[in-house]
C-alpha cells in the first residue's frame, strides 16, 4: 500500500518544502508515501469561490484512481490524537488495497462532487492552516504514526 499526500498548490516557501522532504524521507523508512501538488487554477481571481472550487475538483478527481482510499484534510473532518491518528492508518492500510489518498484542498475547501468521492474526512486541527502549513503537518503526524506503530520512541505521552 501506498499513502498519497494530494494538495492543489504549490508551496512558495523553501523551509517548508524542506520541512515536508525531510518528513517524507523518514516516513518512506515505513511505508510508501509521496507527496503531489495539482497546480493552482489559472486565472482563478476572474473565478467565483464555487467556481474555483469546481475547477480544483475536476484537477483531484483526475488523479483519483477507482480503488483509492480517499481522506479529505478538512475542517469539517473527525479530530484524531497522534495516537488514535497513528491506529486509524493501521486499521485503513489493512483495508486499503493500493492507494490511500489524502487530500488537502484550496483556500475555498472541496467541491460537493470531491466530498462525494472521500471515504472519509479528517481534521487535523479545529484551526485553521494555510495549504503549504498543512502539508508539513500532516508529513510530521504520518511520520509520529509510523513511530508510534512501531514502538519507537519519538512519541511522548
Given amino acids: 500500500m501506498k499513502i498519497i499526500l494530494l494538495a492543489v498548490g504549490k508551496i512558495d516557501e523553501k523551509t517548508v518544502t524542506n520541512a515536508v522532504e525531510m518528513y517524507s524521507k523518514r516516513v518512506n523508512h515505513y511505508i510508501a508515501f509521496e507527496t503531489e501538488t495539482i497546480p493552482d487554477i489559472k486565472n ?74 472521500a471515504n472519509e474526512k479528517l481534521s487535523l486541527s479545529r484551526m485553521t492552516f494555510t495549504h503549504q502549513m498543512v502539508r508539513v503537518i500532516f508529513a510530521e503526524q504520518l511520520y509520529r504514526a509510523m513511530t508510534i506503530l512501531n514502538n519507537e520512541p519519538y512519541h511522548h505521552e
Fill in 44 to 117: 482563478n481571481k476572474n473565478l467565483s469561490q464555487d467556481e474555483q472550487k469546481l475547477a480544483e475538483g475536476i484537477a483531484i478527481l483526475k488523479k483519483l484512481q477507482a480503488s483509492d482510499c480517499v481522506i479529505l484534510l478538512d475542517d469539517k473532518g473527525k479530530p484524531y490524537s497522534s495516537t488514535e491518528f497513528a491506529h486509524f492508518i493501521e486499521k485503513k492500510s489493512h483495508s486499503t488495497p493500493k492507494r490511500m489518498v489524502f487530500v488537502v484542498g484550496g483556500p475555498y475547501g472541496f467541491s460537493d462532487d470531491v466530498y462525494a468521492r
